[in-house]
């Protein structure tokens, strides 16, 4: 009963909470993102635009010769969603005193990159070609690394992304090229090493 009360406050904030409206908004984007992740995994060949701690283990599965995996398409997973986090790192830096205006510039984005992929897609018909297998992964890869680093800096209790993707996401996110203070770098990369020493 207490479950299915904190999710109901969840789904349907009081009017005084502090985050307002984005925990639903927080949950519509975390549903968004698995079925982006479901569509890159069973169409786009065994690989996450979203779930970076799910490529970093593809990548090591193809590095060992597994079949079905590819290590192109996860590194290049890895680095769009890179480049995604530090363009939201941008956004962040110019809109972070507007929670609300942070969360628009970045959906904007997104729903473009987004739009793209699957405009690609309509024209090319199933991803069989690996260009267009790749650049599927890139757009998809960049709009989730945005809607990341966007997410992070809304900062809403219990809405979060894997430990590896949030490592990803915020040292792109906060680096000195993206405008941010640089300083959280190290401790992302260590908290990494502390997990992969577990």
Do not use: K
């Amino acid at each position: 009963m207490v479950t299915l009360r904190e999710a109901w406050r969840t789904l349907v904030p009081d009017i005084n909470d502090r985050h307002g409206p984005l925990p639903p908004l927080m949950v519509m984007l975390t549903v968004i993102t698995g079925l982006v992740d479901t569509f890159s995994y069973l169409a786009l060949g065994h690989v996450f635009v979203a779930n970076m701690t799910g490529n970093v283990i593809f990548a090591g599965f193809a590095l060992a010769g597994a079949t079905g995996f590819s290590l192109t398409a996860t590194v290049i997973a890895l680095a769009a969603f890179a480049a995604g986090a530090f363009l939201g790192g941008r956004i962040i830096r110019n809109a972070r005193s507007h929670r609300a205006r942070l969360l628009y510039l970045a959906l904007v984005l997104e729903v473009l990159v987004v739009a793209g992929a699957w405009l690609i897609a309509e024209v090319s018909g199933p991803p069989s070609d690996a260009p267009t297998r790749y650049l599927l992964i890139a757009l998809l890869g960049l709009g989730m690394g945005v809607q990341n680093a966007a997410a992070r800096a809304l900062a809403v209790p219990d809405l979060t992304t894997t430990v590896l993707t949030l490592a990803i996401t915020g040292t792109a996110a906060d680096s000195r090229l993206a405008g941010g203070p640089g300083r959280r770098e190290l401790g992302c990369l260590s908290d990494v090493a502390d997990l992969a020493s577990r």
